[in-house]
C-alpha cells in the first residue's frame, strides 16, 4: 500500500524520485515484450513514465479479410488519464514488438459522418452522438474513454505475432517535461476468423453498421457489462435487403411485412448446440425504437448456437412465434432456425447477426467471420447515418456496382451489398 500511495503523492506533486523503486518493482511484467538495454548492471528493460494508461477492451485481437482484399486488425483501448494534470495526445503508433518497436500496418478510422477520427478518444464524458465531437485528444485529469482502431494489412503474412501501441503525449510543464512517450504491453494477435456459410439466401443484402473502418452504432457502443467494458458488437451486422431500385420496402413500411427482408428464413451457418433462446416477444412498429425494455429484450426473439471452439453465434430480432428450435438442440449447418422479424431493440426488420467469444447477447467479445461464398454486388455511397435515415425515408439508396464479383473467404465489410445462393 506504501508504494501505491507513493507514486499516487508523487504524481500529483510531480516529484517523480520517490517513486523510482515502485517503478522498477513493475519491471518484470514488461519484459517480454523489450530487447535488454545492457548485457551487465544495470536498468536491463525500458521504464518509461506519462499520464495516460491503456488496455485492450475485449479479450482479443483477431485478424480477418475483409471485401476489399485487405488485413484488418479491429478493436479498441480503453484510455485513462492517471495524472492530475490534462493530457494531449500528440501521436498513437501500433508498433511491432518482435521487430524494435517498428510502425506496423496502416490504422484509420471513421465517425458515422465519414469524418476521420483516427487517434482520438471517445470519452465516457462526451455525447454519445457517434459523430466527431464526441472525440478529441484532450484527455482531462481522472478522465477516460474508448480509442478505436482499424488496422489494415496487404497480406495476412504481414501481420505480427503481437503488437503494442506507442503514444506520445504533451501535459504542462512537470519535473520530467512536457512531452512524454510511452509504449505499452505486447498484446498477441489472436486465431484467424471462423469460415461460415451465409444466415439466408437471396440478394440485396445491405451490411448495414458493420466492420470496419466508420465506427457505427455497433462499433461505436461499448457497454458495460458484468463488471467488465465489452467489445460485444464490432464485427456484428444488421442485415436489410434492398430491390433492384435500392428501395427496403413497400408502401408506407408502418408494418413489418411491408419490408423486403421481412420473413426471410434464417439458417445455420455452423453446426452446433443451441444455448439460448427467446420466442415469443411481440413485433415492434417499424420507425422508431421501442421503449421500456428490459436487458433480456433487446436482442428480440433470438438463437445463440454453441459451434464450438469459444465461438458462439447470434440471429436476433426474429419473428415472433417463428423459432423452430429449443435449448440443447443439436442443428446442421444450413438448418433453418426461424424467420427475420422486427422483435426487441429494432427500429425496421433486419437480421443482426454476429459471431462472438461467449453465449451472452451482450456480455461477449464480438469476433470476426468469414463466408465460405458470397457475391460482392457494390457498396452503397452513402456514409452510415445518411444510409439509415434514407432507408427509412424510402429513398433509394445509391450503390457502385462496378466491383461486383464472387468472393470466398472474406468478410463483408460496412456498406456492402451481398448476395447468398
Given at each position: ?8 503523492v ?13 517503478l ?24 518509461e513514465?506519462?499520464p ?11 485478424p ?12 479498441a ?6 495524472w ?10 501500433l508498433?511491432?514488438?518482435?521487430h524494435?518497436?517498428?510502425?506496423s500496418?496502416k ?35 481522472g ?28 501535459t ?62 464490432t ?16 408502401n ?16 445455420a ?19 422508431k ?12 426473439n ?6 464450438g ?8 430480432h ?15 449447418q ?58 427509412d ?11 461486383a464479383?464472387?468472393?470466398?473467404r ?7 451489398v451481398?448476395?447468398?445462393?
Open positions: 500500500m506504501r508504494n501505491r500511495l507513493c507514486c499516487h508523487a504524481l500529483a506533486a510531480l516529484s517523480m524520485v520517490a517513486c523510482l523503486p515502485f522498477a518493482a513493475q519491471e518484470s511484467p514488461r519484459q517480454d515484450g523489450y530487447a535488454p538495454l545492457t548485457s551487465g548492471d544495470g536498468l536491463r528493460y525500458p521504464l513514465i506519462g495516460l494508461t491503456w488496455h485492450l477492451i475485449g479479450s482479443g485481437i483477431h480477418v479479410k475483409g471485401s476489399d482484399g485487405l488485413i484488418h486488425l479491429a478493436y483501448l480503453q484510455i485513462t488519464n492517471a492530475s494534470v490534462p493530457a494531449t495526445i500528440k501521436s498513437v503508433e508498433v511491432d514488438p518482435a524494435g518497436n517498428q510502425v500496418g490504422n484509420r478510422v471513421l465517425d458515422i459522418k465519414s469524418e476521420d477520427v483516427t487517434g482520438k478518444v471517445r470519452l465516457f464524458t462526451l455525447p454519445g452522438t457517434m459523430a466527431k465531437e464526441s472525440y478529441t485528444t484532450q484527455i482531462p485529469s478522465q477516460a474513454g474508448v480509442m478505436f482502431f482499424d488496422v489494415t494489412y496487404d497480406d495476412i503474412s504481414q501481420v505480427p505475432k503481437a503488437i503494442a501501441h506507442r503514444i506520445t503525449t504533451t504542462p510543464p512537470t519535473p520530467i517535461g512536457t512531452e512524454h512517450t510511452t509504449v505499452g504491453h505486447s498484446i498477441p494477435v489472436g486465431q484467424d476468423a471462423i469460415v461460415i456459410s451465409p444466415p439466408f439466401k437471396g440478394s440485396g443484402w445491405v451490411n448495414g453498421n458493420g466492420c470496419c473502418l466508420e465506427i457505427g452504432p455497433h462499433r461505436f457502443v461499448t457497454n458495460s457489462m458484468n463488471g467488465a467494458l465489452d467489445p460485444s458488437e464485427f456484428a451486422i444488421d442485415w436489410v435487403q434492398i430491390d433492384s431500385h435500392g428501395l427496403a420496402y413497400r408506407d413500411g408502418r408494418k413489418p411485412e411491408d419490408w423486403f427482408c421481412y420473413g426471410a428464413e434464417i439458417l451457418v455452423a453446426p452446433g448446440t443451441v444455448v439460448e433462446v427467446m420466442r415469443d416477444l411481440p413485433n415492434v412498429i417499424p420507425g425504437n421501442p421503449e421500456g425494455l428490459t436487458i433480456p429484450q433487446i436482442a428480440g433470438r438463437v445463440i448456437v454453441d459451434m471452439s469459444g465461438r458462439y453465434a447470434m440471429y436476433a426474429l419473428a415472433p412465434g417463428s423459432v423452430q428450435v429449443k435449448v440443447g438442440d443439436h442443428v446442421q444450413g438448418q433453418k432456425l426461424g424467420l427475420l422479424g422486427n422483435t426487441g431493440n429494432s427500429s425496421a426488420p433486419h437480421l443482426h447477426f454476429q459471431v462472438m467469444d461467449r453465449p451472452s447477447s451482450l456480455d461477449d467479445t464480438s469476433l470476426p467471420f468469414v463466408f465460405d461464398h458470397m457475391n460482392f454486388e457494390g457498396r452503397v455511397l452513402l456514409d452510415l447515418a445518411v444510409l439509415d435515415e434514407d432507408t425515408k424510402k429513398i433509394a439508396l445509391p450503390m457502385e456496382k462496378k466491383d464479383k464472387p468472393l470466398t472474406v468478410m463483408p465489410l460496412s456498406r456492402d451481398v448476395g447468398f445462393q
